[in-house]
């Protein structure tokens, strides 16, 4: 499996069509494990695609659909658009992920963007944390 850092090509046409609104929407970010199944990248339209090739991280304080992401800040700086959210953690977790996938759990699940760690970034009974940057 592959993953590559991506906003999603058919969150980019969606938000077009206004089927996106990420201040009212629930917006919701699952961890994604290293396998053999899928690739994700722009071509990923939906989080189905990490649940049908089971490449969802599975561990102890983690629960399947991940976190909900709360505090979206929208802001335009120049001519580019950005969207932070508040950072995410979940909390005495024994867990592995290779990247994660952001989505509109309003909006029948729809991919928003996948994100590479670059790595197996792992938590044993500790905080795993996902940082947004400002």
Request: aromatic content about 4%; overall charge negative; hydrophobic content about 30%.
């Given at each position: 499996m592959a993953i590559t850092t991506a906003m999603c090509n058919s969150f980019k046409q969606e938000?077009?069509?206004?089927?996106?609104?990420?201040?009212?929407?629930?917006?919701?970010?699952?961890?994604?494990?290293?396998?053999?199944?899928?690739?994700?990248?722009?071509?990923?339209?939906?989080?189905?695609?990490?649940?049908?090739?089971?490449?969802?991280?599975?561990?102890?304080?983690?629960?399947?659909?991940?976190?909900?992401?709360?505090?979206?800040?929208?802001?335009?700086?120049?001519?580019?658009?950005?969207?932070d959210f508040a950072d995410t953690t979940w909390s005495s977790a024994t867990v592995s992920a290779d990247g994660c996938i952001i989505y509109n759990s309003s909006q029948a699940n729809k991919a928003i963007a996948v994100i590479s760690f670059g790595g197996t970034k792992t938590s044993t009974n500790g905080d795993f944390v996902v940082q947004f940057p400002t």
């Open positions: 938000l077009l069509g206004g089927v996106h609104d990420l201040d009212t929407d629930t917006i919701k970010i699952a961890l994604i494990k290293n396998s053999q199944s899928g690739t994700y990248n722009a071509s990923t339209a939906n989080y189905s695609a990490v649940t049908g090739n089971s490449d969802e991280a599975t561990g102890t304080n983690y629960v399947t659909g991940g976190n909900t992401l709360g505090s979206a800040t929208i802001a335009l700086s120049g001519s580019t658009a950005t969207v």
